[in-house]
C-alpha cells in the first residue's frame, strides 16, 4: 500500500504475571488494507488489539494512529479517534432491542446526533446489512447479532476496523456477505485489521498478513501469494502433517435416535424437533450448523441431561436408554465430551486428576465402592496429559488453570480413553491451536477405526469435512438427513445451515409423509 | 358509606409501606443485584425516623433519616457484595438479621412513646367533598410520594437512557463492562436508591401506620415486598398492583375478625400473604414473558476481567 500508514506499533511489549504476551511487535497497517493478524492462540493476537483498543496498555513501545503519537486509557477514548472494535464475543444484551443495544454502544452525544433509527437504517442499507431497529436481540441468529455490532461500529465512522474472528461463526454464504460489506468499507479508506485463524478466508480477503507466535512478531507476508499450508507452518512453526480418513466399512447400527422432539427450557432455546439419526460403528457423524440452531438442546437429550417422553427414542446398541441419566448411559458404554468446558466438562476449582474421576471414575477403575484410588486416577490422569501433550505444571493444578485449549485436549482425552462405543463431542477443537486439534482429529480417528461411532457436532466445517464420514445439518431445531462426506460440498452445506424456512418446511413435510403410513 | 371510606384508608394506610419498599427492591434487581436485606432495611428506616422524629420534633427529619438510614443498610450490603464480592443470598440474609436486631438495640428507649397522628393533606374545597375528597385528595404526603415514585421509577426505566444503562447492565454485566460502563458504580447507586425506598417504607410503618415503634414491627413486609418484585415480573405498575392487593385483603380479614367471624384469627392473619402470592403467580405464569423482564444477571457476582 501506497501513503502514510494509519496506525503504526513500534516495539510493543506488554507482559502479565509469569507470562510474556507481547515482546517487541511492530508492524503497520495502510489507509484502506485489509491486513491479517495470524497466530496460534495464545500467540498475543488478542493482547495487542486490545491494547489498540485501549482495553490494555503496553508495558512499552509506542503507537501512532493517523500521524499522532496513540495511547488510549479506555475503549471510549480509543473509539473517539476512530477505532472500531468487533469481539469475537458480542457484547449484546439479548432482552433488549437491536435499537437499544446500538444507542448503549455509542456515546451519549452520538446516541443523540440525529434521528438514530433513520441513520441505523441508512447505514444498514448502504452497506447491505440488513437491521429491523425493533427487534429482540435475543431472536436474532449470530449473523444477525453480528451485523448490529458492525453497525454500531460503523455508525461513529471509524478509520480502522478492529475484527476478532468475525467468521468462526457465520455460514459460509454470510461470511461472503461480510467479506463484500468489508472489501467495501476498505474501497472508502477505511483500514481493518482483521484477525483469524482460518486462512483460506484471509488469502481471499486480505492483501497483508502479520504473523505472530510465541509474543513475538515472526514474520509478514502476502497471504494471497501463500498457500493454507505455508501460512498455517509460518504460525506453527512446524511441518503440519494432516490426519487422513481411512476408515474401515461401517458396521451394525449402535446409537440410533428416533423422532426426537424436545422442548427447550431456556429463555431463547430453540425447540428440537422430529430429530432422526443413526449411526453405526466405525462412523464419524458430523452435525453442522450455525450456533444456536439447536445443538445445545440435542446435546443435553444425547447425554441424558433431560431425559426423552419415550425411552425408545434414543437407543444404544438396541437397547432403549432415552429415559436414563448421564450416569446410567456412560456406565453403558457413552462418553461425552461438552462445549462448555469450565462447569460442563470440568470442575474449575478441582485439580486435574480430581475431574478424571468426574466421567472415567468407573470405567477405570479410579474408585471402587465409593472410596476413591488417588494412585489410580493419577495414574490415568498421567496418561492422559502424556498422550495428548497437555501444557500444564501437573495433573494436581485446578482444570480454570489450563488454557482453553489444553482443557479441551485434556478433556477429550479423558473421554477417549475410556474407549467408549458411542462418543458425542461438541466442537472438539474450539479454540484450540492447528497442532493439537489435528492430535485430537487422529485419535478420534483411530477410536472409529476401532469400532465405535463418534459424532461430532461443529461449527467448523473444516473440521467437519476432515473426520466426518456422513454430515447432517440441524437448523432451527431441525435435523437434516446426513450424506456422505464425499457428496457434499461447503455451499450446499451452507444454504441448509442458513436454515432457510422453505427449505425446511419441505423437508419437514417430507418426514411427515414417510411416518405417516407407519402409525396407521 | 363511612365504613367503605375507613376500608378504603386503611388499605391506603397498609399499602404503602409495601409500595415503597418493592419499588426500590425493583430497581436495585433490575440493575441485577438481588437484595434479600429489605426486612432489615425497613426496620432500620423505621426505628431511625421514629427516634429523629422523636428527637427533634419534625417528620420531615424523621423521614429523610429514614431513607438515610434504609439507604446506609444498603451501602454495606453493596460493600460486601459488589465490593468484596460476597455471596448476595448471604449478605441479604444476614443483613435482614442484623436490621432487626440493631433497630430492637436502638428502639429499647422508644417503646411506649407514641407521636401524634401524622398530618393529611387538606385542599380546601376538594378535600371536602364526600367520600372522593379523603380518597383522593387527603392523603398523607408520602402516599402522594409512594405514586409518584412509581411513575417515576416507569418512566426512569423505559424513556431515560441512564434507565437504559441500568437495565443493560443487569441483563448482561460482561457486555455492560466490555463497552465501558461502570457496572460497580451503577449497581451501587441502584442498591442505595432500593435501600433509601426501604427505608421511606419503614418510616411509614412507625410514623404514620400505627404511630409507635414496636420491635419487629415491618412483620415479614420486606419479605413480601420482595415476592411483589418477583411475581410482578419486574413492572412497576403490577408492583403497585399487588401492594394494594395486599393492603386491601389485610384490612378486610381484619374487619372480618371485628365482625367476629367464626375463622381462627390466625388463619385470618395469613390470609394477605397466602392471597397475594396466589394472585400474583396466576398473573405471571406465561414463564416466556418472565424470563424476558427478569434481569438475566440477577444475583451473579460481577468480576471486572480485563
Not at chain 2, 21 to 39: D, F, M, P, T, Y
Amino acid at each position: 500500500m501506497t501513503g502514510t500508514p494509519i496506525l503504526e506499533l513500534r516495539n510493543i511489549t506488554k507482559t502479565f504475571p509469569g507470562v510474556v504476551a507481547n515482546e517487541d511487535v511492530s508492524f503497520s497497517v495502510g489507509r484502506g488494507e485489509i491486513h491479517a493478524l495470524l497466530g496460534e492462540n495464545g500467540a498475543g493476537k488478542s493482547t495487542l488489539v486490545k491494547m489498540i483498543y485501549g482495553i490494555q496498555k503496553p508495558d512499552s513501545g509506542e503507537m501512532t494512529f493517523m500521524g499522532e503519537a496513540f495511547a488510549p486509557s479506555k475503549p471510549s477514548e480509543a473509539r473517539q479517534k476512530g477505532v472500531g472494535m468487533v469481539f469475537q464475543h458480542f457484547c449484546l444484551f439479548e432482552a433488549l432491542t437491536v435499537y437499544e443495544n446500538i444507542a448503549l454502544g455509542l456515546s451519549a452525544a452520538e446516541a443523540k446526533t440525529g434521528d438514530l433509527r433513520q441513520r441505523i437504517i441508512d447505514v444498514s442499507t448502504t452497506y447491505g446489512l440488513k437491521v429491523d431497529p425493533d427487534r429482540l436481540v435475543g431472536t436474532l441468529s449470530v449473523g444477525e447479532r453480528q451485523r448490529i455490532e458492525i453497525v454500531r461500529c460503523l455508525l461513529s465512522e471509524p478509520k480502522l476496523l478492529i475484527m476478532d474472528e468475525p467468521t468462526s461463526v457465520l455460514t459460509p454464504q454470510e461470511v461472503n456477505v461480510l467479506f463484500e460489506t468489508l472489501r467495501r468499507l476498505a474501497s472508502e479508506g477505511c483500514s481493518i485489521l482483521y484477525i483469524s485463524h482460518k486462512l483460506e478466508e484471509i488469502r481471499a480477503l486480505c492483501s497483508k498478513a502479520t504473523v505472530l507466535r510465541g509474543g513475538k512478531l515472526v514474520g509478514s507476508c502476502d497471504p494471497r501469494r501463500e498457500t493454507a499450508k505455508s501460512l498455517a507452518e509460518m504460525m506453527i512453526g512446524a511441518t503440519l502433517n494432516r490426519p487422513v480418513r481411512d476408515l474401515p466399512e461401517p458396521g451394525e447400527i449402535r446409537l440410533k435416535v428416533q423422532e426426537l422432539s424436545m422442548e427447550s427450557d431456556e429463555q431463547f432455546g430453540v425447540d428440537l424437533e422430529n430429530v432422526t439419526m443413526a449411526v453405526r460403528a466405525g462412523e464419524i457423524l458430523g452435525i453442522a450448523g450455525v450456533a444456536g440452531n439447536g445443538q445445545t438442546e440435542l446435546m443435553e437429550a444425547l447425554i441424558g441431561e433431560r431425559p426423552c417422553r419415550f425411552s425408545r427414542q434414543i437407543q444404544l446398541d438396541g437397547a432403549d436408554i432415552g429415559q436414563a441419566g448421564p450416569r446410567e448411559r456412560r456406565a453403558l458404554g457413552m462418553c461425552f465430551a461438552p462445549e462448555e468446558r469450565l462447569g460442563h466438562a470440568a470442575v474449575p476449582g478441582m485439580a486435574l486428576w480430581e475431574n478424571t474421576l468426574l466421567s472415567a471414575g468407573r470405567t477405570n477403575d479410579l474408585a471402587r465402592r465409593g472410596l476413591i484410588s488417588p494412585t489410580n486416577a493419577n495414574r490415568f490422569a498421567l496418561r492422559v496429559v502424556d498422550d495428548l501433550k497437555v501444557k500444564t505444571a501437573g495433573v494436581k493444578s485446578a482444570a480454570r488453570s489450563l488454557s482453553g485449549g489444553n482443557l479441551q485436549k485434556f478433556i477429550m482425552g479423558r473421554e477417549i480413553m475410556q474407549r467408549p462405543k458411542v462418543l458425542i463431542a461438541s466442537q472438539p477443537t474450539w479454540g484450540v491451536d492447528a497442532g493439537a486439534a489435528a492430535t485430537i482429529h487422529r485419535i478420534l480417528l483411530d477410536l472409529a477405526r476401532e469400532g465405535a461411532a463418534v459424532v461430532i457436532i461443529s461449527q467448523d466445517l473444516d473440521e467437519l469435512f476432515t473426520i466426518s464420514t456422513r454430515i447432517s445439518v440441524i437448523a432451527g431445531g431441525y435435523l437434516f438427513p446426513s450424506q456422505p462426506t464425499g457428496e457434499l460440498t461447503v455451499e450446499s452445506l451452507g444454504l441448509a445451515m442458513g436454515g432457510r424456512s422453505k427449505e425446511i418446511e419441505a423437508a419437514k413435510r417430507a418426514d411427515e409423509a414417510v411416518a405417516e403410513p407407519a402409525h396407521v | 358509606m363511612d365504613l367503605v371510606l375507613n376500608i378504603l384508608l386503611g388499605v391506603v394506610v397498609a399499602a404503602t409501606p409495601l409500595v415503597f419498599a418493592s419499588i426500590g427492591e425493583l430497581v436495585a434487581e433490575k440493575s441485577g443485584v438481588l437484595n434479600l436485606g429489605v426486612e432489615g432495611m425497613m426496620i432500620i428506616g423505621a426505628v431511625a425516623a421514629f427516634a429523629a422524629t422523636v428527637g427533634s420534633g419534625s417528620y420531615i427529619v424523621g423521614i429523610l433519616v429514614g431513607a438515610l438510614a434504609g439507604a446506609t443498610m444498603a451501602f454495606l450490603f453493596g460493600a460486601l457484595t459488589l465490593t468484596l464480592m460476597s455471596n448476595q443470598v448471604a449478605c441479604g440474609l444476614a443483613l435482614t438479621l442484623f436490621g432487626l436486631g440493631l433497630s430492637a438495640l436502638i428502639g429499647q428507649a422508644y417503646s411506649g412513646i407514641s407521636l401524634p397522628q401524622f398530618p393529611r393533606v387538606d385542599i380546601p374545597l376538594l378535600t371536602d367533598i364526600p367520600f372522593i375528597g379523603p380518597l383522593v385528595f387527603g392523603q398523607d404526603a408520602l402516599v402522594y410520594l409512594s405514586f409518584a415514585l412509581v411513575a417515576g421509577v416507569g418512566w426512569f426505566l423505559t424513556r431515560t437512557r441512564a434507565g437504559l444503562i441500568l437495565r443493560a447492565v443487569g441483563e448482561n454485566h460482561e457486555a455492560a463492562h466490555g463497552i465501558g460502563y461502570p457496572v460497580v458504580a451503577i449497581r451501587y447507586l441502584a442498591v442505595m436508591f432500593g435501600g433509601a425506598c426501604a427505608g421511606l417504607g419503614g418510616a411509614y410503618l412507625s410514623l404514620v401506620q400505627t404511630p409507635l415503634w414496636v420491635e419487629k414491627m415491618s412483620a415479614g413486609r420486606g419479605w413480601i415486598a420482595l415476592a411483589l418484585v418477583v411475581f410482578a415480573s419486574w413492572r412497576p405498575l403490577r408492583a403497585l398492583g399487588g401492594a394494594y392487593l395486599f393492603g386491601g385483603i389485610t384490612i378486610l380479614q381484619l374487619h372480618s375478625q371485628a365482625l367476629g367471624l367464626k375463622i381462627d384469627a390466625q388463619i385470618l392473619s395469613m390470609l394477605p400473604y397466602l392471597a397475594t402470592i396466589v394472585v400474583l403467580v396466576v398473573i405471571s405464569r406465561d414463564r416466556m414473558k418472565m424470563k424476558l423482564n427478569a434481569p438475566s444477571c440477577l444475583g451473579k457476582v460481577f468480576y471486572a476481567t480485563s
